[in-house]
């Protein structure tokens, strides 16, 4: 099967699971093709288990030809970056910028230490014991929260829009982050790290903080090209020009690019589309981007439902990521509510705002790519096994009740 014809399967298997939510569940289009992505899933391997073997088996064989870690990672994850950023404020993001900067940082170091060291004991209790170093790079890796889900559900909740901004903003930085410290730890598992702080430290500063100046400076650049224009199909090149090859370029530098492709998202969501852009043009540009968003949205949910069919599922691991879940939540609690006791003597959040921050962390896709990023071994198919179940859960449980808990726990203003 060609890469043309890849691309058509999963196309296709996309619009129909989009069409058949749509049609008969009526839940957010992500949740919704991910259910039933994971149900075809699963009926196709009760098919395989009762004799239709050849069934099972080009299905298995569809979905192993698709490079999921490298498909988000190094291509669809550039363009959602860019779309989520590109209609955050930055005024109402300088208003959070604190929470959102600690969350992002110290929250993510927090939660990876708690589920790393966590996992690795009750991994060890279960007979199924994974290096403190391997268990850490789970925790880095289910760490940074994803907001695609939970936004139409947030909206249609009622939830005030700095808590938005807070999840967007939080997400799109922490995703950033948790890529360079999820290197950085995979580097040491493997032995390619030097165990030096210093050096660590150095190139933590370097993919991040240089990757926020590369960002800014693509964005500024690309900035001064849309204002020499005026022509809406011009612009729109620019910018896909702008995701793709300042991508590109920011990982042949070993920068973060998802940090500089958030930084110069942000510089064009703003400054481009007001001073910048024509009417006719932020229209065009709103619509061509949210289009692209909610198509690549919807695809990636389906290859995570299509993923179960080739990932380890034996009754340990399993088991092991039923109990990974209550673990990560607890590192979600304190993860957020560390930075909220900071904060709290400066400002005041609303009521039930560290509970609502915290079953509206979802985990999804970046965290399965990293994983499945691992070097082949026993570790990397344990690591696989229990995102997975953390993430399947994370999306359809928690995606599923944020709305009823967005409208009991959050009162006034949501500062």
């Keep these: 099967m060609g890469l043309l014809d890849l691309a058509a399967a999963l196309l296709s298997l996309t619009a129909l699971f989009a069409w058949i939510n749509q049609r008969w569940i009526g839940l957010p289009t992500p949740v919704g093709v991910m259910l039933v992505a994971l149900a075809a899933s699963f009926g196709l391997m009760a098919a395989e288990a009762l004799g239709a073997a050849a069934v099972g088996e080009a299905a298995r064989a569809l979905v192993a030809r698709v490079d999921f870690g490298e498909a988000l990672l190094h291509g669809m994850l550039s363009f959602l970056l860019f779309a989520g950023a590109l209609h955050v404020n930055l005024e109402d993001l300088a208003r959070q910028k604190r929470l959102i900067g600690l969350l992002a940082t110290i929250g993510l170091l927090v939660s990876t230490a708690i589920v790393g060291l966590g996992s690795w004991l009750l991994l060890g209790w279960m007979g199924l014991a994974l290096p403190l170093v391997h268990c850490l790079v789970f925790g880095a890796l289910i760490s940074p929260t ?131 852009m024509s009417e006719r043009t932020r229209a065009h540009l709103d619509t061509f981007w949210s289009l692209l968003d909610e198509l690549l949205n919807a695809l990636l949910f389906v290859l995570m439902g299509l993923e179960v069919m080739v990932i380890s599922l034996e009754a340990g691991p399993v088991a092991a990521g039923v109990l990974m879940i209550p673990l990560v939540l607890l590192a979600r609690l304190m993860s957020v509510g560390l930075p909220v006791a900071v904060l709290r003597p400066l400002r005041r959040f609303s009521p039930g705002a560290v509970r609502v921050l915290t079953w509206g962390g979802l985990r999804g896709g970046v965290s399965i790519a990293l994983a499945l990023s691992l070097p082949p071994g026993p570790e990397r198919d344990l690591i696989v096994t229990l995102t997975y179940v953390v993430v399947v859960f994370s999306v359809l449980v928690q995606g599923l009740t944020i709305g009823p808990v967005v409208r009991a726990l959050t009162k006034g203003s949501g500062r």
């Design 146 to 276: 994803d907001p695609v889900a939970v936004l139409g559900i947030l909206r249609r909740a009622g939830a005030p829009p700095s808590l938005e901004t807070k999840v967007v903003g939080e997400s799109l930085f922490n995703d950033g982050v948790a890529v360079v410290l999820f290197l950085v730890l995979a580097g040491l598992a493997a032995g390619r790290t030097e165990p030096d702080a210093g050096a660590i430290a150095a190139l933590l500063l370097q993919e991040a903080v240089g990757g926020a100046l590369f960002g800014i400076a693509l964005g500024w650049i690309v900035y001064r090209m849309l204002r020499a224009v005026d022509s809406y199909e011009v612009e729109i090149l620019l910018t896909l020009a702008l995701v793709t090859g300042g991508y590109a370029l920011a990982d042949a530098l070993h920068l973060s690019g998802p940090i500089a492709i958030v930084a110069a998202g942000l510089l064009i969501g703003n400054h481009g589309r007001l001073l910048a």
